[in-house]
Nanobody, 112 residues
Framework: QVRFEESGGGLVQTGGSLRLSCTAT????????LAWYRQAPGKQRELVAR?????GSYVVDSVKGRFTVDRTKNTINLHMNNLKPEDTAKYFC????????WGQGTQVTVSS
């Protein structure tokens, strides 16, 4: 069981920036893969970025060059620059593969 607390969302204009932060608290053990997912209205939840406990990281092609991810212990940050309206979604952090313990997420809204 892992508890997730996400923060940092908000409303920004196209081209703006936001930083999302999440702290994951496992009931036991450690977390190797920690990631950000997002879900836009009417769409499936998708993986956005991942940060591994060994320093590795990954971002999906649709945000490459605009989003970066970093991690310190079990806190994962998503730095989002040059935001676009299609980035509007609720963002969640989770392990990979995700379990059933989703947090409340944080809403990101990008106005055009």
């Amino acid at each position: 069981q892992v508890r997730f607390e996400e923060s940092g969302g908000g409303l920004v204009q196209t081209g703006g920036s936001l930083r999302l932060s999440c702290t994951a608290t496992p009931s036991r053990g450690s977390i190797f893969f920690l990631a950000w997912y997002r879900q836009a209205p009417g769409k499936q939840r998708e993986l956005v970025a991942r940060a591994d406990s060994d320093g590795g990281s990954y971002v999906v092609d649709s945000v490459k060059g605009r989003f970066t991810v970093d991690r310190t212990k079990n806190t994962i940050n998503l730095h989002m620059n040059n935001l676009k309206p299609e980035d509007t979604a609720k963002y969640f952090c989770q392990v990979v593969p995700p379990n059933d313990s989703w947090g409340q997420g944080t809403q990101v809204t990008v106005s055009s």
